[in-house]
């Protein structure tokens, strides 16, 4: 039963806190690696922006996948695009600055918005070789904006430096399971708690000083209407995925 | 038109030692997989692996030891799986070298060499200790006064790509999504292409505009039946997560994953050709 009296989950809180964010008539863009952003995406187009167009690494254009995969290459993301593109086409589309909003996250994440995917320790010797940025690093800097998500919110992630810049660029917001910061003058600023998170729980669990009080905003609750279409276009829950 | 049909073994043998390979797919899927098999069983060694995101491509030859370097935006199973494994011991112990790219560079390198000439304007970039770390210059615009980055052209030797249908002489069809195959094959010095069939292509010219990869671009053509495996092939197949799983599971440890691969990939009984 959906009952929306009762504290979200925080896959479903990031989820719907994500898709909020993205506004109709806007071109979003996901790429691999990345289960929320697509539920997030898909949420907003059944919800407040039909209008969106929806973008992913697999160059389909507005697919309505029937199954959500949880590797967001998959071909199920093809389902019912009636175009297809390249992600080369994709990553032009940034480039020349048509590309409206990037999902994209950081195993770090700085005061500044700016994330490192390369590595933990020294760069040429890592104590952790991490994946990579894949397109963060040129999508960062050129897409309008973009929306980091992160499923860990903790002093390890969110570090007052970065042991390597992978990409830096036009963050606007960045969603956690513990709230949401948005971006002004180049400084994370918490924008909202999500119901339940302390303002003292959310200062212990980030790495640089925050201005977070009894005064900060809390996140709205899913409404029901929210969560009934998540479930009804995530039915497996492919959104729990990333806190496995 | 030329018959380019050879055995797996006879493709795969060309690839020599220390060449600059780029792999077809992306993460899980339409990866060559039983290419990467082969060079896997010939025991190529130096490579350069070039491909925007790769995934068990990248890790099973690095474990295997066949890697020198990986030119890559991401190595890692995506969210199913994680990390890559043996590709983070051996660029970790300093084995491999990770050249990290943005995916983007990975596709302007390869536009370069596409294009001919010595390197390619990318966008971006500002604001990254990637540049600075890789050695990717920013120039001078000649028009204005604005600065860019440029990338050098990133040429593979051979590009080794898996498509569902093929002709002998080597025209390639892809179904869904082409990754960056087209580029690379564009972009390669010489193309391998395995191919789930291998059918008579006086059909393609029906619809040539479903042909992905011209066959003048193609040196070797594979027939390949599940040639992708373990990767995903649609609409013919999904990616194998159980083998994934299990390969993944041995991959965190060096003997252990020295011994799936005996077991699983250079046994006689395995991975068939």
Known sequence: MIDSGARAAPWDMMA???????????????????????????????????????LNITGAIDAEPERLPESTVDPALLHRTRALVTLAD??????????????????????????????????????????????????????????LWRTKHDPRTFVERLD??????????VVTPLGIFARHDHRLEVESLHPGVTPDAFREATGFAVAV???????????????????????????????? | MSDKRATLAEAVATVPDGARIAVGGNTLHRGPGAAVHEIVRQGKHGLEIVKT???YDVDLLCAAGCVAAVSAGFVGYETPFGMA???????????????????????????????????????????????AARGFQAVADPYSEATVYVVPALTPDVAILHVQEADAAGNGRIIGTRFEDVLMAQAA??????????????????????????????????AAPNGAWPFSCTPHYGYDAAYLGAWLAAARDPDAAREFIADQILAPAAVSA
Not at chain 1, 44 to 49: G, M, Q, S, V, Y
Not at chain 1, 220 to 236: F, K, N
Not at chain 2, 88 to 114: D, F, N, P, Y
């Open chain 1, 213 to 244: 009080g009894p005064e900060t905003p809390v996140t709205s609750t899913p409404t029901v209407e929210e969560l009934m279409v998540l479930r009804a276009i995530d039915p497996g829950g492919v959104v729990r995925s990333e806190f496995a």
């Open chain 1, 90 to 147: 994709l990553f032009d589309l940034s480039a020349r600055g048509r590309l409206d909003v990037a999902f994209l996250s950081g195993v770090q994440i700085d005061a500044e918005g700016r994330i490192n995917l390369s590595a933990i320790g020294s760069y040429q010797h890592p104590t952790v070789r991490l994946p990579g940025g894949a397109g963060s690093a040129m999508l960062m800097p050129t897409a309008r904006r973009v929306i």
């Open chain 2, 53 to 55: 995101a790769g995934a």
């Open chain 1, 16 to 54: 719907v806190a994500m898709a909020r964010l993205l506004h109709s008539g806007e071109t979003v863009f996901h790429g691999v690696a990345s289960p929320l952003p697509m539920v997030a995406i898909l949420l907003a187009t059944h919800l407040h922006a039909p209008d969106l167009t929806y």
């Open chain 2, 189 to 222: 010095r010489r193309v391998i292409l395995t191919a789930e069939r291998i059918t008579d292509g006086a059909a393609f010219a029906e619809a040539p505009e479903s042909v992905a990869i011209p066959s003048f671009l193609v040196d070797t053509v594979v």
């Open chain 1, 164 to 173: 390597f810049v992978t990409a830096a660029g036009n963050v606007d917001r």
């Open chain 2, 85 to 131: 494994p043996a590709y983070r011991e051996a660029v970790e112990s300093g084995v491999v070298e990770a050249r990290e790219h943005a995916c983007a560079t990975v596709i302007a390198g390869l536009r370069a060499a596409i294009q001919g000439v010595p390197f390619m304007p990318v966008a971006g970039l500002g604001g990254s200790d990637l540049p």
